[in-house]
């Protein structure tokens, strides 16, 4: 069984960074498409970057091109998203998620139904 652990989030200036983390267990998803997604109060849940298994050619909303950078460290199983020049339309909860099938990246992937693990989400906290 899978399961994906966020860390990093907290509250933070605008202007400031901070680096979410997503710990995985159960299984190694080096093979797997990952993603990021967020969740302001009263909002859906929305794509923000997805990264491959082989970490090449990122995508990423273009509300935060140019200041988000997301990364994997196959090795410890670990999604990454580091977020600078931070908004606070950027305040939300933040989720990492998973792709069930192996060396897929579906071409609806910035729904959040075309994934099937995920993590319980990190608050992320951005004060003008």
């Known amino acids: 069984q899978v399961q994906l652990v966020e860390s990093g989030g907290g509250l933070v200036q605008a202007g400031d960074s901070l680096r979410l983390s997503c710990a995985a267990s159960?299984?190694?998803?080096?093979?797997?498409?990952m993603a990021w997604f967020r969740q302001a109060p009263g909002k859906e849940r929305v794509f923000v970057a997805l990264?491959?298994?082989?970490?090449?050619?990122?995508y990423y909303t273009d509300s935060v091109k140019g200041r988000f950078t997301i990364s994997r460290d196959n090795a410890k199983n670990t999604l990454y998203l580091q977020m600078n020049s931070l908004k606070p339309e950027d305040t939300a909860v933040y989720y990492c998620?998973?792709?069930?099938?192996?060396?897929?990246?579906?071409?609806?992937?910035?729904?959040?139904?075309?994934?099937?693990?995920w993590g319980q989400g990190t608050q992320v906290t951005v004060s003008s």
């Open positions: 998620a998973a792709e069930r099938r192996a060396y897929w990246t579906s071409s609806a992937y910035y729904k959040p139904d075309e994934y099937e693990y």
């Open positions: 159960g299984r190694t998803l080096s093979s797997n498409t």
């Open positions: 990264i491959s298994w082989t970490g090449s050619s990122p």
